[in-house]
């Protein structure tokens, strides 16, 4: 089947504003969460990846982007 993702809405999350979220199930292993917000002091982004531990979701890394793009595909069926 596959991975599973869900795009939410914009939202405020400790006085960071979160550009985009994807919440990704895995077939294999547990559910992950990117969240992608502007950095404060440089140009470019965040990507903070959480993992879900079946209570609550824990940070498992950070990336600074240089870049952030968001494309729309065309929908294929599988």
Known sequence: ?????????TYMTN????LLEVLV???HGQK?????HR????PGYWRT????????WRIVGREALTDLVIRESPRTDE
């Open 25 to 27: 199930t895995p077939e």
């Open 39 to 42: 950095r404060q002091t440089q």
């Open 32 to 36: 992950r969460r990117y969240r992608y």
């Open 15 to 18: 006085r960071t504003e979160t």
């Open 49 to 56: 990846e959480y993992e879900w531990n079946g209570c609550l």
């Open 1 to 9: 089947m596959g991975a599973m993702f869900c795009i939410a809405e």
